[in-house]
């Protein structure tokens, strides 16, 4: 009974193992940083490993807001902020004061 088990065991281990080297290179690498939870339960985060210096003053970054994750730039200089959709930037938007966005500027562009 004993030799089953063992042999069992080795090949659990030996797929956990491989399945190390199948996961994305980034897989386990976020940083989620908590930005605001509210009364009700729902909370705001970044993910400070994802935070990128672009040309000029332009940061990109994962959040997570609510239940949706999102991939955003923010323009440093003017506190500006646009979604990237399915790889595609969407228009400019003014960060608002006291907002998500406002709070992980605060932490991105500092």
Known sequence: ?????????SRITLLMSAALFLLPEDA???????IRESR??????YDAASVKRLEGQ??????????????????????EARLIEEGKAGSWF??????DEDLIYQKVCQ
């Open 28 to 34: 386990g690498a976020s940083d989620w940083r908590l």
């Open 94 to 99: 003014p960060v608002v004061s006291g907002s």
């Open 40 to 45: 009700y339960g729902d909370s705001s985060y």
């Open 58 to 79: 332009v940061v990109s970054f994962r959040a997570k807001l609510g239940v949706g994750e999102y991939q955003y730039e923010m323009r440093c200089g003017k506190k």
């Open 1 to 9: 009974m004993k030799r089953p088990v063992a042999v069992l065991l």
